[in-house]
């Protein structure tokens, strides 16, 4: 995997999410971990890529840390997963 800076599977999920425009509720319910704890890896982050906002912290993201192509494949099969099936409306005669 491409990783300067090592981040960890988990921090490489949830930036991608966060990049996606994911707010932290949402992320924390799909990868079953506490919204504080989404609010911890942003920090931990944050500091390892020196951003002082989360901002800063998914500008940095898309200019030199993006996941390679097999992790960004796990991770958009697990948001398909997450995402519920949407049935076409049905017609009421």
Request: aromatic share 8%; proline share 4%.
């Amino acid at each position: 995997m491409n990783n300067p800076l090592r981040l960890t599977l988990t921090q490489h999920k949830i930036i991608s999410l966060m990049a996606t425009g994911w707010p932290n509720k949402k992320i924390a319910r799909h990868l079953n971990i506490c919204q504080q704890n989404v609010g911890r890896y942003q920090t931990q982050m944050c500091e390892r890529v020196g951003a002082k906002t989360k901002y800063q912290l998914m500008a940095w993201y898309g200019t030199r840390g993006q996941l390679s192509k097999t992790a960004e494949e796990e991770i958009s099969t697990q948001k398909r997963q997450y995402e519920p099936h949407r049935s076409p409306k049905s017609r009421k005669f």
